[in-house]
């Protein structure tokens, strides 16, 4: 049947192999999940259709049985209650129902066979259903991977220690000229002492001497 055709195309290695060439698969695996699920859910009606048409049959044969015995019964009360013509009639509608029952029965077991098959295509339908929706998981976890391994890679790619090692020797060479700066200014700024400053520190520097001067002299007395 026509709404088993992706049973038929939609195999796992084919679906593999489709994948693998797809720009994008995660959206074909999407594409693929949806397109089995409608085609599920169609085969399910064809399969309630056909098992409706076997279990038709089946009551069609089973009631035909049942007559099939009932005039038997019939005949053979009427043969012994010497009720000829009576029994002659159950004998023929019982040969008549035999004929329905062959072919009622004939027919139940060629639908059943046919809704049997449905069935486990069916059945399969729902296998590689499952088995899509659980290899699209895997699969999303795995073109996020690529995906991020590829940006990381374009990152990389602008990026080389040739280039960091100059950068890091462009900032050391920016370091050593603010700290010479800092050092100049230093420098000029104690060389902009007051005369005030001058002064004081002249005084201070006398006032050692004259300690100095006394402390040697002391020493001097006592050799």
């Known amino acids: 049947?026509?709404?088993?055709?992706?049973?038929?195309?939609?195999?796992?290695?084919?679906?593999?192999?489709?994948?693998?060439?797809?720009?994008?698969?995660?959206?074909?695996?999407?594409?693929?999940?949806?397109?089995?699920?409608?085609?599920?859910?169609?085969?399910?009606?064809?399969?309630?259709?056909?098992?409706?048409?076997?279990?038709?049959?089946?009551?069609?044969?089973?009631?035909?049985?049942?007559?099939?015995?009932?005039?038997?019964?019939?005949?053979?009360?009427?043969?012994?209650?010497?009720?000829?013509?009576?029994?002659?009639?159950?004998?023929?509608?019982?040969?008549?129902?035999?004929?329905?029952?062959?072919?009622y029965k004939a027919s139940f077991d060629q639908n059943k066979a046919s809704a049997d098959n449905l069935r486990g295509k069916l059945e399969e339908m729902r296998k590689q259903l499952t088995q899509m929706k659980n290899k699209r998981e895997t699969l999303v976890a795995r073109y996020n991977a690529a995906k991020a391994q590829t940006e990381i890679n374009k990152a990389m790619s602008g990026f080389s220690s040739d280039s960091a090692s100059a950068g890091l020797k462009r900032m050391e060479d920016k370091m050593l000229q603010a700290e010479a700066q800092a050092e100049a200014s230093n420098e000029m700024s104690s060389g902009n002492k007051s005369l005030d400053d001058e002064f004081e520190k002249l005084g201070k520097d006398q006032a050692v001497e004259d300690e100095l001067a006394a402390l040697m002299k002391q020493y001097d007395k006592q050799q």
Not at 18 to 25: G, H, L, R, S, V
Request: charged content about 35%.
């Open 1 to 103: 049947m026509s709404i088993f055709k992706r049973l038929r195309d939609l195999t796992m290695s084919n679906v593999n192999a489709i994948i693998d060439k797809a720009e994008d698969p995660v959206k074909m695996t999407d594409q693929y999940i949806r397109d089995m699920t409608e085609d599920l859910e169609d085969a399910e009606k064809a399969v309630a259709a056909q098992i409706a048409i076997e279990k038709k049959f089946k009551q069609l044969y089973e009631e035909q049985e049942a007559l099939v015995n009932k005039r038997n019964q019939q005949a053979h009360a009427a043969a012994q209650a010497g009720n000829a013509d009576l029994a002659r009639r159950a004998l023929e509608e019982k040969k008549a129902a035999e004929a329905k029952l062959v072919e």
